[in-house]
């Protein structure tokens, strides 16, 4: 049948020399001239002339040797032409095309450039970049790499204490007397004005349409994700506050790990290429992150999430991360994304992988409203609310009431007391906890409860 290796046509015609040149740059494949769309054999009036002239035809316009073959079926004649890949580009026309799936495309742009890299064994980000210097780079992103590297343990003081240019060297970042991408990228003060897109982008969204308020992240990429990661901290998230003891507790609407994390991955291993920058979008209960990727070949939603071995796109950035303590060698991001959020009870992120881009998406504790029900109990002090909610709270009210004049009461006798049932009121009591109203001190039995005076004793 037909498949991303096999493809059949009727009788030939020569624009079918793409196919040939997409199954040569691809992992080669067989196309079977005089069989029909189902695959039966349709038979060939002209096989004699054709075996003469697509060997020809097939050398002189890319170069290249294929098998050609003459069979017979049911008194019908059909030819196979068997191509195999080839480790350098072909072209056709000074055309390249490349054999995706069942269909056969013609590589254009950034597309093109990355294929034809990967041909001689290179990354975009081991590209020379001319008339950049290691002394036209102020200082500040070499210093957080030697104080990161070093703290982290990945190198040793006497590691990082030659030059910069030196150092760049010792990352594998120069090639000649050219520095690479990489270097651009990670290190110089303002790369966005020799590569576009090497930005982050962050805005908070009222809903899908409205954006509220927005900030732009640029600098070195070595840089960028603890400046992301402050930013949203101070700016878009709001944390609630409790205490424990005289320790003052802020939780936050997700795990730092976890975002950090997922930010790490979309700077680290996002084609730069594309232009494009990472785009962070921040609601009330959810968080986006949209980078352009190029993920491994065969990579799904669903083996994204299993354990997998590190193969990043950019493998000199990565390194260079990696020596700074920054992340991991072994294809643990998702692993530990996924147990920070389980660990903070929150659900498991959403991915979501296309043909150009990776997006994941965060469910997070919505805390404006939770701080939002709280100043309703600190400003009337009953905890009625006037509304559709006021029988929820007078509930909760009630039920505080009871905590506060006598903090040994039990949930049952809560409940007995209020006539009612002994689940509900444990899900009043989980609510109360979560809006950080109340909280239980010492054993299920015989612990007390603790109304925080901060929200006027309700």
């Not at 390249?96 to 013609?106: A, D, L, V």
């Not at 072994?330 to 997006?359: H, V």
Request: glycine residues 8%; contains cysteine.
């Amino acid at each position: 049948m037909e498949n991303q290796n096999t493809e059949w046509k009727a009788s030939w015609r020569d624009e079918y020399l793409e196919w040939v040149c997409g199954f040569a740059n691809a992992q080669g494949g067989m196309l079977e001239i005089g069989r029909d769309d189902k695959g039966e054999v349709a038979g060939l009036t002209n096989a004699k002339k054709l075996m003469d002239d697509l060997p020809n035809k097939i050398r002189n316009s890319m170069g290249i040797i294929t098998d050609v073959n003459l069979f017979h079926e049911s008194d019908k004649d059909y030819i196979v032409i068997k191509v195999a890949p080839h480790h350098n580009a072909i072209s056709y026309r000074g055309r390249y095309y490349y054999r995706s799936g069942s269909t056969t495309q013609e590589l254009t742009g950034y597309a093109l450039d990355e294929f034809l890299l990967g041909k001689y064994g290179k990354t975009w980000d081991s590209v020379p970049v001319p008339h950049i210097k290691a002394g036209d780079f102020y200082r500040d992103a070499f210093d957080a790499f030697r104080k990161k590297a070093v703290t982290s343990g990945r190198l040793t003081q006497e590691d990082v204490e030659g030059s910069d240019a030196e150092l760049l060297q010792a990352l594998q970042l120069t090639e000649g007397d050219y520095l690479l991408n990489a270097a651009v990228l990670l290190f110089h003060q303002t790369p966005e004005k020799l590569r576009l897109g090497c930005n982050v982008k962050i805005g908070y969204f009222e809903n899908a349409a409205d954006l509220i308020y927005q900030d732009e992240i640029t600098g070195p990429i070595l840089t960028i994700p603890d400046r992301v990661m402050d930013t949203i901290y101070t700016k878009y998230f709001k944390g609630l506050i409790h205490y424990e003891g005289i320790q003052r507790i802020d939780r936050y609407p997700m795990p730092r790990d976890a975002l950090r994390e997922a930010v790490l991955n979309a700077v680290v291993h996002r084609a730069y290429e594309t232009m494009n920058p990472v785009q962070i979008k921040v609601f009330d209960d959810k968080v986006f992150i949209f980078n352009d990727a190029r993920l491994p070949a065969g990579t799904t939603e669903e083996n994204l999430r299993l354990a997998h071995k590190s193969a990043p796109y950019n493998p000199l950035i990565a390194n260079t991360f990696f020596r700074s303590g920054q992340i991991e060698a072994w294809g643990r991001g998702i692993e530990k994304i996924k147990a920070a959020c389980a660990a903070d009870d929150l659900p498991e992120p959403e991915f979501r992988i296309s043909t150009n881009d990776f997006m994941v998406c965060f469910h997070i504790r919505d805390n404006n409203k939770a701080i939002a029900e709280r100043n309703i109990y600190s400003a009337n002090g009953s905890g009625i609310n006037s509304g559709i909610n006021s029988g929820i709270n007078e509930i909760r009210q009630k039920i505080v009431a009871l905590m506060k004049a006598t903090p040994s009461v039990t949930t049952g006798q809560i409940a007995d007391n209020l006539g009612l049932d002994r689940k509900n009121v444990e899900a009043h009591i989980r609510a109360l906890k979560k809006a950080g109203l109340v909280e239980r001190e010492g054993a299920r039995k015989t612990g007390l409860w603790i109304v925080k005076p901060e929200n006027g004793g309700c």
